[in-house]
């Protein structure tokens, strides 16, 4: 199984509402990163998780809380968000320790959309 | 920071034609990679380049890593509508990716 999953798709929400975006991969990978994407711009690194420990936080605003709860689940729980972080939420990992190997694998997105 | 810049940022060309997008980094890199994103899709990885002045091909894709390992280069020959899409490199670190802007490819019939 080379593939990640995210949950939901699609998701609108308005500004007082929390939520939570799912990914997972059953790769045996230790590294998993969630990324923002607006249109026509290359993936913008948000958190990197590596061996369930937070080990990257891009000055990522407290609005965006990620969570690692086990080495094949990821989540980005959402409160107070604001309609200028509506994008495409990508997850991705990657296998850690292998040698040569270092390409991150790509879920399909979130594409949330605040009001 | 490392910065890597992509050119162009949009090409359209016809079916046929070839096509090609170069990245710049400001820095020495370790290694690059090249993901593609199809409309509406996500980065697919498509190739890493490890060694000065590296030349790896995958059918009619042409992926070369410069001598000084600061510039790398994608060229597609006869493009086909299934070749559009945005071609990001990407600069590897550590545990990230420094990606460019990409280039946005388009392919008329």
């Known amino acids: 199984d080379t593939e990640v999953t995210q949950t939901p798709k699609h998701l609108v929400m308005g500004m007082t509402n929390k939520k939570s975006l799912k990914c997972e991969q059953h790769m045996g990978h230790r590294a998993m990163y969630w990324y923002k994407q607006k249109a026509k711009k290359p993936p913008e690194l948000m958190f990197v998780y590596s061996y369930e420990k937070l080990s990257i936080n891009e000055s990522v605003p407290s609005r965006f809380s990620p969570e690692c709860p086990n080495s094949s689940l990821l989540n980005l729980h959402l409160h107070a968000l604001q309609p200028e972080d509506s994008a495409l939420y990508l997850c991705?990992?990657?296998?850690?320790?292998?040698?040569?190997?270092?390409?991150?694998?790509f879920g399909p997105g979130t594409r949330l959309t605040v009001l | 920071g490392q910065q890597v810049m992509q050119i162009p940022q949009y090409q359209h060309v016809q079916e046929g034609e070839d096509f090609t997008t170069y990245c710049n980094s400001s820095t020495t890199l370790s290694n690059i990679q090249w993901y593609k994103q199809r409309p509406g899709g996500h980065p697919v990885f498509l190739i890493q380049?490890?060694?000065?002045?590296e030349v790896k091909k995958q059918k009619r894709l042409t992926f070369q890593f410069g001598e000084a390992k600061k510039n790398s280069s994608l060229h597609i020959t006869a493009t086909q509508t299934t070749d559009v899409g945005t071609y990001f490199c990407?600069?590897?670190?550590?545990?990230?990716?420094?990606f460019g802007k990409g280039t946005m490819l388009l392919v008329s019939p």
């Open positions: 991705a990992s990657r296998g850690v320790g292998l040698a040569g190997k270092n390409e991150q694998f």
């Open positions: 380049l490890v060694k000065s002045g």
């Open positions: 990407a600069g590897s670190g550590y545990s990230t990716l420094t």
